[in-house]
């Protein structure tokens, strides 16, 4: 019902920003709930931020809350994620997900539709 794909992942600094964006197809987006995961090498993919069907409501890993924001722009069938004072512990391949929930999901069970990830790293 929905396809992800995610952009805006590079090579930064510790400090930099950047912002990732997650377009989506489909004539639906508007009814699913979104999610951001990313996995590091070697480690198992973890929850980073979630946002209703409507953009009214998120949350947020205890990791990224306060320097990273989650959004989207339903007219554009588009979601985003800000990264703000970036350190190398964010450095890994970050995921857009999908699903349909009337609320915040974090739960990977209820995201049946995954982007093919973008890579973000951080130096120091």
């Known amino acids: 019902q929905v396809q992800l794909v995610e952009s805006g992942g590079g090579l930064v600094q510790t400090g930099d920003s950047l912002r990732l964006s997650c377009a989506a197809s489909?004539?639906?987006?508007?009814?699913?709930?979104m999610a951001w995961y990313r996995q590091a090498p070697g480690k198992e993919r973890e929850f980073v931020a979630g946002?209703?069907?409507?953009?009214?409501?998120?949350n947020y890993a205890d990791s990224v809350a306060g320097r990273f924001t989650i959004s989207r722009d339903n007219a554009k069938n588009t979601g985003s994620l800000q990264m703000n004072s970036l350190k190398p512990e964010d450095t890994a391949i970050y995921y857009c997900?999908?699903?349909?929930?009337?609320?915040?999901?974090?739960?990977?069970?209820?995201?049946?539709?995954w982007g093919q990830g973008t890579q973000v790293t951080v130096s120091s």
């Open positions: 946002i209703n069907r409507s953009g009214g409501v998120t």
């Open positions: 997900a999908a699903g349909y929930s009337l609320g915040v999901v974090t739960a990977r069970s209820q995201l049946p539709y």
């Open positions: 489909g004539r639906t987006f508007s009814t699913y709930a």
